[in-house]
């Protein structure tokens, strides 16, 4: 493919299919084999209109739609490859995609979904795909950076076509699953996507703030496409608000910011690609001025090496009893507590490390690290002496990770090394070797040259390489910390990588060791140290931190420090003030912490005013924080668990004593017929199965009858319905007709991507929510 010029792709499917009558109620994918000819010229139509690209009608041919229409996988994408290719014969500088979508259902931990299995699902689209004869592979409409890469580590690993990437974002700046348009570049980036960007959702004026933000961080191509603008109400059917005209227009202004790949998504037909085409004529695609950026990130949080980084040093069991306790008796709640406190304390990064000879290393630092992501926006660092721990945790960890560490050594450096490169990490480099901690600071610095040339070669940019210079304890060896010193200053200067250092390493067996770690500290500051390993929860050294940042006029770091020790003490968070047991437990996400709280409650207070006095105000407070944007949906799952292990606490104590008072108000959900998209839907029923609602879920493209039916069997007073595409808000709307014939009393709310608090008036709904804590609010006073 030409990746230096400007590529226009084809708009919607869906929308053409439904216009032929083909959509409604039908998986589109089913229609390669039932309907080939109608697929077939909607490629044509594509292509007339000068699409320069096709997606392969193979959006949804995963698996789980497949043995719900009786196919097989390789059956749906082979025949959606071959029908683009037959479309596009010989028709020069045209390209097919392999396209694919989400698998439909959540990984764990916030759903039921394991990492590998969902690998699997992505690997069979794949391999059948390329096989076919798909040009390029394109992931798109992926809400869950999470899932996003289990697919590309399912392409990696079963293709060698070129991988393009998309994710859809709200309004807000982030995905449903909080993903940040930095953190997405940043691991996409990576993980050696071809191209990346934004599609569907929103419409293209909407889409213009997060565009700006891609492009003004992305140095690979930019591919943006979004929907026909926003659903409205006309006539009883939805529509999209944005004409073809005002669609190419907006979609140019892309193209000047620096898009090079354009397209468009729901709503949008030939029409929209035909003047998208007469719009661009004669405009060349714009350089891509961006070099790489060193960094790592977690979904939401992104962090460059471009400042002071403080990587917290205490969830590694050297030396400390307590947390090796709680790794052998597998408390992870343990770790997660240790992982908040720092995050309080100011650490920007947490290493991890669960490293004990009677343990099962990679299982237990898998486990660590997925259960700190979703408590914690902070970025990792995986911590491991073992290979096999480190490819564990890279493969899993959500986001770019930074990966401690490599050596020296030849066999280091060839077991770690290919690490990194295929999981996507920065990695930090000890400068040791097969002759152990050199002692002085050109024999380091040779170690370093050696790490650096030898990362470089397996394609890991020098950007996100870091050097440790390695601190050795005065105590012993006087000379250590000015070599060390020494070290940081030709590190920088002759190889131009960042730096980092275990700070309080220097200090061992002295007296009054902070006073000497600060100093160290400082001293390597001075000397260009850019990411100290070092206690956050040791006032000094935090503090020396943010002086250096100050001194250094790092971006940011002036408001910081004023904010930090200017005036009014800042506001505790929801972590640091002083809760009750059972609410410290439920912010923090802590399920065995929050039964066990509850059960000794129990031997002083009665269940109902635990759940009235404890529960509710601390669920209460998480609503608040994942409506401000605090937290996002990992964390609120992990309080909604919290709280529903206190819960069935109490439950198990009222049923001892013959009670009632705790069983949950029933709730209906479903997403309504000819819809066959239920992600939201499948989080909405989290969240409230841990709020104490009585959940039952009717699936998706379910008839008004059935969910009719289900009000009369259960005698719940609540409905949810759920709608994706604008194509089935008519069949909300009769759903909702036929309640309000049957059950009167009963209340629905209503959601979906393509709802709005209009729509839902419109269709006639009692309430709109825009997502899962909204439906719990209206759920509670409804």
């Known amino acids: 493919m030409e990746l230096?010029?400007?590529?226009?792709?084809?708009?919607?499917?869906?929308?053409?299919?439904?216009k032929r009558g083909l959509g409604r109620g039908v998986v589109p994918e089913t229609l390669n084999a039932a309907a080939p000819r109608a697929i077939e010229d909607i490629h044509r139509e594509y292509l007339d209109a000068g699409a320069d690209v096709i997606l392969a009608n193979s959006f949804g041919a995963n698996r789980f739609k497949a043995e719900k229409a009786?196919?097989?996988?390789?059956?749906?994408?082979?025949?959606?490859?071959?029908i683009a290719k037959r479309a596009i014969g010989g028709r020069g500088g045209k390209y097919a995609a392999l396209d694919i979508g989400p698998c439909g259902r959540?990984?764990?931990?916030?759903?039921?979904?394991?990492?590998?299995?969902?690998?699997?699902?992505?690997?069979?689209?794949?391999r059948a795909g390329d096989a076919a004869g798909a040009d390029f592979i394109l992931f798109e409409t992926f809400t869950d950076l999470y899932e996003l890469k289990a697919a590309l580590i399912a392409a990696k690993e079963n293709s060698r076509l070129p991988v393009f990437a998309t994710m859809s974002f709200e309004e807000s700046g982030k995905t449903f699953f909080g993903a940040s348009a930095e953190s997405m570049v940043m691991t996409l980036e990576a993980l050696g996507v071809s191209a990346?960007?934004?599609?569907?959702?929103?419409?293209?004026?909407?889409l213009g703030p997060v565009v700006?933000?891609?492009?003004?961080?992305?140095?690979?191509?930019?591919?943006?496409?979004?929907?026909?603008?926003l659903p409205v109400m006309e006539e009883g059917a939805a529509r999209y608000d944005v004409t073809p005209e005002e669609f190419a227009r907006r979609v140019k202004g892309f193209v000047r910011m620096g898009v090079r790949f354009v397209g468009g998504c729901c709503g949008t037909t030939p029409e929209y690609i035909r003047l998208l085409k007469k719009e661009l004529s004669g405009m060349e695609a714009a350089e891509i001025k961006n070099r790489p950026r060193g960094g790592i990130c977690s979904p939401s949080k992104q962090l460059y090496f471009d400042r002071t980084t403080v990587i917290g040093e205490r969830i590694n069991p050297t030396g400390k009893k307590n947390l090796q306790a709680a790794l052998r008796a597998h408390d992870i709640d343990y770790v997660v507590r240790e992982a908040l406190r720092e995050e309080e304390q100011g650490a920007d990064v947490l290493d991890v490390n669960v490293g004990l000879p009677d343990v099962d290393e990679p299982a237990l630092l898998a486990e660590a690290i997925t259960r700190i992501q979703a408590s914690t926006p902070l970025p990792l660092q995986l911590d491991s002496s073992f290979p096999g721990a480190l490819a564990r945790a890279a493969r899993i960890y959500n986001g770019k990770p930074l990966l401690n560490s490599v050596n020296g050594k030849k066999e280091s450096l060839e077991a770690v090394l290919p690490i990194a490169k295929k999981y996507g990490c920065a990695l930090l480099g000890l400068t040791l070797d097969e002759k152990g901690v050199p002692r002085t600071a050109e024999e380091r610095l040779a170690i370093a040259e050696r790490i650096v040339a030898a990362a470089e070669a397996a394609g890991i940019r020098r950007c996100d390489i870091l050097i440790d210079c390695l601190m050795m304890t005065v105590g012993v060896q006087p000379d250590q910390a000015r070599e060390a010193l020494r070290a940081i200053s030709l590190v920088k200067k002759e190889l131009g990588v960042k730096t980092a250092l275990g700070v309080s390493n220097v200090s061992f067996g002295l007296p009054n060791r902070p006073l000497i770690n600060r100093t160290m500290l400082a001293m390597a500051l001075a000397a260009g140290l850019d990411a100290p390993i070092m206690n956050p929860g040791d006032a000094g050294m935090t503090e020396t931190a943010a002086a250096a940042r100050l001194?250094?006029?790092?971006?940011?770091?002036?408001?910081?420090?004023?904010?930090?020790?200017?005036?009014?003490?800042?506001?505790?968070?929801?972590a640091e003030e002083e809760a009750p047991a059972v609410q410290s437990a439920i912010l923090r996400g802590l399920k065995s912490d929050a039964a066990k709280a509850a059960r000794e409650l129990l031997s002083s207070r009665e269940p109902l005013e635990i759940v009235?006095?404890?529960?509710?105000?601390?669920?209460?407070?998480?609503?608040?924080?994942?409506?401000?944007?605090?937290?996002?949906i990992s964390q609120l799952i992990q309080s909604a668990e919290a709280a529903k292990a206190a819960f069935d606490v109490l439950r198990e104590k009222m049923e001892e004593r013959g009670a009632g008072g705790l069983k949950g108000k029933k709730v209906i959900l479903a997403t309504v017929h000819g819809d066959i998209h239920d992600i939201g839907k499948n989080i909405v029923k989290v969240i409230l199965e841990n709020y104490n609602f009585d959940v039952t879920d009717l699936g998706k493209d379910v008839p008004a009858r059935a969910v009719s039916d289900a009000v009369a069997e259960t005698g719940a007073r609540i409905v949810g319905l759920s709608a994706l595409m604008t194509t089935t808000v008519a069949s909300m709307k009769e759903t909702i007709e036929l309640l309000r014939r049957e059950h009167p009393d009963v209340k629905?709310?209503?959601?979906?991507?393509?709802?709005?608090?209009?729509?839902?008036?419109?269709?006639?709904?009692?309430?709109?929510?825009?997502?899962?804590?909204?439906?719990?609010?209206?759920?509670?006073?409804?």
């Open 196 to 206: 990346l960007g934004v599609n569907c959702s929103l419409g293209p004026a909407q």
């Open 70 to 82: 009786g196919m097989e996988v390789s059956v749906m994408v082979e025949s959606a490859v071959k």
């Open 4 to 18: 230096g010029k400007i590529l226009i792709f084809d708009g919607a499917m869906g929308t053409m299919l439904q």
């Open 212 to 229: 700006e933000r891609i492009v003004g961080a992305a140095s690979v191509p930019v591919l943006v496409q979004p929907n026909a603008g």
């Open 106 to 126: 959540v990984l764990s931990p916030a759903g039921d979904l394991g990492f590998e299995e969902a690998v699997g699902v992505f690997a069979e689209i794949v």
């Open 748 to 782: 629905v709310i209503v959601g979906g991507a393509v709802l709005t608090e209009k729509l839902a008036r419109r269709v006639g709904a009692d309430r709109y929510a825009k997502d899962a804590m909204e439906t719990v609010k209206h759920a509670g006073e409804l």
């Open 551 to 574: 001194l250094l006029a790092q971006a940011g770091a002036a408001d910081s420090y004023v904010a930090k020790f200017g005036g009014k003490p800042a506001e505790p968070t929801p």
């Open 612 to 632: 009235e006095k404890e529960i509710i105000p601390a669920l209460d407070r998480v609503g608040k924080e994942y409506e401000s944007g605090d937290i996002f």
